[in-house]
């Protein structure tokens, strides 16, 4: 589910930010550019859904989404923050991996088993993997290999969050 909607060009390591809104701009802002989104729309999509609860799943991952009626196909992108910046997140662990994701609203009903599909491998040994890649090309091939699942396929989001997610 992640590699076939990510490319090399949507693979950021070692960005620098002040903080979450920081991180969710730079990344909304290069999505927007990469794919000829308004970048007020993805931001606005992003932050708008953050404020229903921390996107951050835990174990220094947030996983920011947002459903919008403009696009037909997922949109994603992979960021690696150096260094990890706090994100509210359920453990309270700083976050360096945050894998974004824009969805078609017209594609609701096959969100939420996707989102779920993300937080499993993002629950796996393949994270130590990401943080340690060097290169853009590294991140695909790690991302193309099949996860040993280590931990129950449980992403932990607020309750409000994903009821929101179905609604917004």
């Known amino acids: 589910m992640?590699?076939?909607?990510l490319s090399k060009e949507d693979i950021s390591l070692d960005l620098a930010t002040k903080g979450k809104q920081s991180a969710l701009s730079k990344i909304a802002i290069r999505i927007a550019r990469r794919t000829?989104?308004?970048?007020?729309?993805v931001l606005r999509g992003l932050f708008d859904r953050e404020r229903l609860g921390s996107t951050g799943i835990?174990?220094?991952v947030a996983i920011p989404h947002a459903?919008?009626?403009t696009i037909s196909s997922p949109?994603?992108?992979?960021?690696?923050l150096a260094p990890p910046i706090d994100f509210e997140g359920p453990d309270d662990d700083p976050v360096n991996l945050i894998y974004t994701v824009l969805w078609p609203r017209s594609a609701t009903s096959t969100f939420l088993p996707a989102l779920?599909?993300?937080?499993?491998?993002?629950r796996t040994s393949q994270v130590e993997q990401l943080r340690q890649a060097r290169s853009s090309d590294e991140v695909l091939a790690i991302l193309e290999t099949e996860p040993h699942q280590e931990f129950p396929p449980v992403c932990i989001l607020p309750v409000s969050g994903l009821a929101a997610?179905?609604?917004?």
């Open 2 to 5: 992640i590699s076939p909607i």
């Open 36 to 41: 000829g989104l308004d970048e007020q729309m």
């Open 58 to 60: 835990g174990r220094g």
């Open 67 to 69: 459903l919008l009626s």
């Open 75 to 80: 949109v994603a992108s992979l960021t690696r």
């Open 116 to 122: 779920s599909q993300m937080c499993r491998l993002f």
């Open 165 to 168: 997610v179905q609604q917004h």
